[in-house]
């Protein structure tokens, strides 16, 4: 660790990473990851893994279009196997009044150039053999939505990071930010001070922490989302699929793994409840009754930061010149990971966007123009 | 004295050897956490019953640490892979296999 850096970035997740590597990518190497515990230990190790477009407004749609281009060759661009797969998103719903909006978001998601359509019961047992297909009416299917491993995936950025300068100091907590009238900045840690001119919250559930020691009120609510993985199978699922807040895919290394929302709200824990299992156990074996013989392996918990619309805090704050927020994804940090690392690099060498996400920035709080997003899952 | 070679399998259930390990560590990953996840030991259904302990030992021995210097990871719930059926219905699931 150096005494200061041009870009001081906190979090050693999959946001943090990949706005390191594309800064990097892009020249500027002058950059630390500050990590407080191991790499992917927060938000990214614990997530479902799943990557979709198939959104409900048009914001989300285009951003998750152009991560998943992204996606796709993401492994050649990091030189290391991230086992990104497009198995696609089937969505299973089970009410007249579903399907119909479901037609409506599919319209939505075609505008903004993302294919998906609508499947019949029959079609949908195609795409996936196991389906019970009395446990729903219609399905909506878009093939280019997949799944990437989250650890290999942060040890993709890292390595890449590392090979072109990047610092990524791990085990190194942010204990108070100071900020200075010339635009700069001191950054407090466990292993020593820091100073730069840049810093970037990439923090996940501590993020509000971080923006505190700047006088900035991120208004998030952590939520508590479990999860479960089976034991390694034969591939024999196929899709992702999901109904209400049900999710789970197979990973490349054979497991199921996928959860339910349990409405724990203002969480403080991330403990692993048996309710959670009652209640994934009965959706899961719904849809595919061959479930029921499948052993689960492992359970474990972690935090949707969620914020009053849904959807994350991208960009600069006006207040605090120098000090750039990518966080409160409310659940979609993992998928938006290589599209905000492209964007914050560019907001972070001065230039515009190449996808304008003005509105996805921290003052529309206070001007009241909150977005709407209704598909909240994995 | 060590009976350990190249080809000694530290973690049966993703069949992973303790050159393996080793090699990882050289390359950088010191701490369990991480190590257990770059090179995917302890993630079968014996959930590292057997090699969490075994790699913990390989690890403080190339890093000249002792054991307790060494944070351990998690346990999950279960203990043993349980069938899904079982949360379900209860006993009777387990038993019309």
């Not at chain 1, 996606?71 to 299973?92: N, P, Q, R, T, V």
């Not at chain 1, 909006?101 to 949908?124: C, P, T």
């Not at chain 2, 009976?3 to 993703?14: F, Y």
């Not at chain 2, 990882?24 to 990953?29: F, K, L, M, P, S």
Request: aromatic content about 10%; some cysteine; hydrophobic content about 40%.
């Amino acid at each position: 660790m150096r005494s200061s850096y041009d870009c001081v970035i906190i979090g050693g997740g999959i946001s943090g990473l990949a706005i390191a590597y594309e800064l990097a990518k892009r020249g500027y190497k002058d950059v630390a990851v500050l990590e407080e515990c191991y790499l992917g230990s927060g938000s990214t190790g614990r997530c479902g893994s799943g990557i979709r477009a198939q959104f409900t407004g048009p914001d989300q749609i285009v951003l998750l279009r152009e991560a998943e281009e992204m996606w796709a060759h993401m492994s050649d661009e990091l030189g290391y196997d991230i086992h990104f797969k497009a198995c696609g998103y089937l969505f299973l719903w089970d009410t007249p009044e579903l399907v119909e909006k479901a037609k409506h978001n599919v319209a939505l998601q075609n505008k903004y150039g993302v294919m998906s359509h609508m499947v019949d019961r029959q079609e949908a047992k195609e795409i996936c053999p196991w389906l019970n297909t009395d446990s729903f009416l219609a399905g909506q299917w878009y093939d280019k939505d997949g799944m990437a491993f989250p650890f290999d995936t942060v040890t993709g950025y890292a390595q890449a990071a590392r090979r072109l300068g990047v610092d990524i100091l791990t085990t190194t907590a942010v204990v108070a930010i100071e900020g200075t009238p010339a635009h700069t900045f001191t950054v407090h840690t466990t292993q020593g001070n820091i100073d730069t001119r840049n810093v970037v919250n990439a923090a996940g559930p501590g993020s509000q922490a971080i923006a505190a020691m700047l006088g900035v009120d991120l208004p998030y609510r952590l939520d508590k989302h479990q999860i479960m993985a089976t034991e390694p199978l034969e591939q024999f699922l196929g899709p992702m699929l999901v109904k209400n807040s049900l999710y789970y895919l197979q990973t490349h290394r054979g497991n199921v793994v996928g959860g339910t929302d349990t409405g724990e709200k203002n969480a403080t824990d991330v403990d692993s409840t048996f309710e959670f299992l009652t209640k994934f156990a009965r959706e899961a074996t719904e849809i595919v009754p061959r479930l029921a013989g499948v052993k689960l392996m492992r359970q474990w918990a972690g935090y949707y930061v969620s914020s009053p619309d849904a959807h994350p805090v991208l960009g600069p704050i006006d207040e605090v010149p120098g000090f750039f927020q990518a966080n409160g994804y409310s659940g979609h940090g993992f998928m938006m990971g290589p599209i905000v690392g492209r964007l914050l690099a560019e907001y972070i060498m001065g230039g515009k966007p190449s996808i304008d996400i003005e509105h996805y920035n921290f003052r529309r709080f206070a001007c009241g123009e909150l977005l709407t997003e209704k598909a909240i899952i994995g | 004295m060590t009976r350990e070679d190249e080809k000694t399998i530290a973690c049966r259930c993703e069949d992973i050897s303790v050159q393996e390990i080793t090699d990882a560590i050289h390359e950088g990953y010191v701490d369990l956490q991480s190590l257990k996840r770059y090179v995917k030991f302890g993630l079968g259904p014996c959930q590292g019953k057997t090699c969490i302990l075994l790699a913990a030992q390989i690890l403080a021995r190339e890093t000249n640490r002792t054991l307790d210097q060494i944070m351990t990871p998690t346990a999950r719930p279960p203990v043993d892979p349980v069938p899904l059926g079982f949360f379900v219905k209860g006993r009777e699931a387990d038993d019309e296999k």
